[in-house]
């Protein structure tokens, strides 16, 4: 969709989440040239009470033909171009709930809105020069954001923190496009290029760009965390180590082997890291129905996990059945766990781990163990609140390594004793990949990508 469309039209949405019974205000939310104009067809304002930007304004929400009262609301007044999109925007905050705000939303389309597509809004403000595209999709991960962490990193992205590195990067490679054009244009009128300086500038970026890409695997986990599923034979102590890490009884716990029948879901965070874990029924032969059902979830589990937690019997030690499973899960990345440690006094002998997590998950002992293994193996030991400036995501990961690539094309060349013009060729496509990055650069293929992503009211 072209800017200027965007402009011209008013949209629409509820900006809040609707959930039967429990939300205590909804917020409708109106964009565009026409917004103000919708409001006051439809919000009667008792009093002297002036229409003013940036003002709360108390009255009734009312159907524009008959008149009948829809809600008791406030609105809220946000004229061009002190607001979020930098058109007029104008919220109605109305009684939460799912009929009333749908009601108001209806009204407004009908009084000549469009319904908002996801991420509309944010897309406006990015087009309206008020965020870069950096901010954009900060506020998106501050939205889903599953941590403190997570949040953390995504604010910093929203208040620039990203954005303005990558800007001066690209100014120091326009500075050094502008040295080079300048010798192909003037070269008899210019003291000769020093190409070692030119080199060392651009050895600089380079460095520079390695330390952003690096923050690209912390910032993957923050946003989409892991899957971590529990896996191992009946009654070795699964559920129990779920509930001793979730500090719950999300599992039922018994001496029965075979108790749990379907995969049980807890969400943790471990040091900043949202963590889904999987809870799988104990993988066996067996003839129950339901049971065998179970088990084969719990094989479904194995697959989509980014890493599996295999328990172990410390008084039984390694069994046929533990080869059997072990067999299924040696492809994915696994941690040992020897449970039950507090019965032996001599750990058993396993063939292929020396160095297993030992737990009590019944006296909740060996979980701290069992995080500081988890975010080894996840290679996220530095993911830290304090330790985050900001993280880059996938999209804009890719937009750096390109201009790295290219950097170091220009460089390579430099090296071979190329032409001028062969230096500003790679360094035109390195100054092009990190505008795409903040949006200086981008193509409308990218942008509906990006916002598509967006939830509708945002």
């Given at each position: 969709?072209?800017?200027?469309?965007?402009?011209?039209?008013?949209?629409?949405?509820?900006?809040?989440?609707?959930?039967?019974?429990?939300?205590?205000?909804?917020?409708?939310?109106?964009?565009?040239?026409?917004?103000?104009?919708?409001?006051?067809?439809?919000?009667?304002?008792p009093g002297q009470q002036v229409w003013e930007t940036h003002r709360i304004l108390y009255g009734t929400i009312r159907h524009?033909?008959?008149?009948?009262?829809?809600?008791?609301?406030?609105?809220?007044?946000?004229?061009?171009?002190?607001?979020?999109?930098?058109?007029?925007?104008?919220?109605?905050?109305?009684?939460?709930?799912?009929?009333?705000?749908?009601?108001?939303?209806?009204?407004?389309?009908?009084?000549?809105?469009?319904?908002?597509?996801?991420?509309?809004?944010?897309?406006?403000?990015?087009?309206?020069?008020?965020?870069?595209?950096?901010?954009?999709?900060?506020?998106?991960?501050?939205?889903?954001?599953?941590?403190?962490?997570?949040?953390?990193?995504?604010?910093?992205?929203?208040?620039?923190?990203?954005?303005?590195?990558?800007?001066?990067?690209?100014?120091?490679?326009?500075?050094?496009?502008?040295?080079?054009?300048?010798?192909?244009?003037?070269?008899?009128?210019?003291?000769?290029?020093?190409?070692?300086?030119?080199?060392?500038?651009?050895?600089?970026?380079?460095?520079?760009?390695?330390?952003?890409?690096?923050?690209?695997?912390?910032?993957?986990?923050?946003?989409?965390?892991?899957?971590?599923?529990?896996?191992?034979?009946?009654?070795?102590?699964?559920?129990?180590?779920?509930?001793?890490?979730?500090?719950?009884?999300?599992?039922?716990?018994?001496?029965?082997?075979?108790?749990?029948?379907?995969?049980?879901?807890?969400?943790?965070?471990?040091?900043?890291?949202?963590?889904?874990?999987?809870?799988?029924?104990?993988?066996?032969?067996?003839?129950?129905?339901?049971?065998?059902?179970?088990?084969?979830?719990?094989?479904?589990?194995?697959?989509?996990?980014?890493?599996?937690?295999?328990?172990?019997?410390?008084?039984?030690?390694?069994?046929?059945?533990?080869?059997?499973?072990?067999?299924?899960?040696?492809?994915?990345?696994?941690?040992?766990?020897?449970?039950?440690?507090?019965?032996?006094?001599?750990?058993?002998?396993?063939?292929?781990?020396?160095?297993?997590?030992?737990?009590?998950?019944?006296?909740?002992?060996?979980?701290?163990?069992?995080?500081?293994?988890?975010?080894?193996?996840?290679?996220?030991?530095?993911?830290?609140?304090?330790?985050?400036?900001?993280?880059?995501?996938?999209?804009?990961?890719?937009?750096?390594?390109?201009?790295?690539?290219?950097?170091?094309?220009?460089?390579?060349?430099?090296?071979?004793?190329?032409?001028?013009?062969?230096?500003?060729?790679?360094?035109?496509?390195?100054?092009?990949?990190?505008?795409?990055?903040?949006?200086?650069?981008?193509?409308?293929?990218?942008?509906?990508?990006?916002?598509?992503?967006?939830?509708?009211?945002?």
């Amino acid at each position: 969709m072209s800017e200027a469309v965007l402009r011209r039209e008013t949209i629409a949405a509820i900006a809040t989440a609707v959930v039967p019974q429990q939300g205590s205000v909804g917020i409708v939310r109106l964009s565009g040239d026409g917004a103000i104009a919708i409001a006051q067809r439809l919000f009667h304002a008792p009093g002297q009470q002036v229409w003013e930007t940036h003002r709360i304004l108390y009255g009734t929400i009312r159907h524009p033909q008959t008149l009948a009262l829809v809600d008791e609301a406030l609105l809220l007044l946000m004229v061009a171009p002190r607001s979020y999109t930098r058109e007029d925007v104008v919220e109605l905050h109305c009684h939460g709930g799912m009929m009333v705000v749908q009601e108001v939303l209806q009204l407004c389309l009908q009084a000549g809105a469009r319904l908002a597509t996801p991420g509309e809004f944010t897309l406006r403000a990015f087009l309206n020069g008020r965020i870069d595209l950096t901010q954009a999709e900060s506020i998106a991960d501050l939205v889903g954001a599953q941590s403190q962490a997570a949040s953390q990193a995504a604010l910093a992205g929203v208040q620039g923190k990203l954005a303005e590195p990558i800007r001066q990067l690209r100014g120091r490679c326009l500075d050094i496009l502008a040295e080079i054009e300048a010798r192909v244009d003037f070269e008899e009128d210019l003291p000769p290029l020093d190409e070692m300086a030119v080199a060392g500038d651009l050895a600089a970026v380079l460095l520079e760009m390695e330390r952003i890409e690096a923050t690209a695997s912390q910032g993957e986990l923050l946003r989409t965390g892991l899957k971590v599923a529990i896996v191992g034979r009946p009654n070795v102590g699964k559920s129990s180590l779920l509930n001793a890490w979730s500090r719950s009884d999300r599992a039922i716990v018994t001496d029965l082997p075979g108790t749990t029948r379907d995969v049980v879901e807890s969400q943790l965070v471990v040091r900043g890291i949202p963590v889904q874990v999987l809870d799988t029924a104990g993988i066996r032969e067996t003839s129950d129905r339901i049971e065998k059902i179970g088990v084969e979830r719990s094989r479904q589990a194995l697959q989509e996990a980014d890493l599996v937690l295999f328990v172990l019997d410390a008084l039984s030690g390694w069994t046929a059945e533990d080869e059997a499973i072990y067999g299924r899960v040696c492809d994915r990345p696994v941690i040992t766990i020897l449970n039950k440690c507090d019965l032996v006094t001599q750990l058993p002998q396993l063939p292929y781990c020396t160095a297993p997590v030992c737990t009590v998950a019944a006296q909740q002992e060996g979980i701290e163990g069992l995080e500081a293994a988890i975010l080894e193996k996840a290679n996220a030991k530095d993911v830290e609140i304090s330790n985050l400036e900001f993280c880059i995501n996938q999209r804009q990961a890719a937009a750096l390594t390109r201009a790295k690539l290219a950097l170091q094309q220009v460089r390579n060349t430099i090296e071979e004793g190329l032409p001028f013009d062969f230096w500003t060729i790679d360094l035109r496509d390195g100054i092009r990949a990190l505008g795409e990055i903040t949006g200086e650069e981008i193509t409308e293929s990218v942008l509906d990508r990006i916002f598509s992503r967006f939830c509708i009211g945002k």
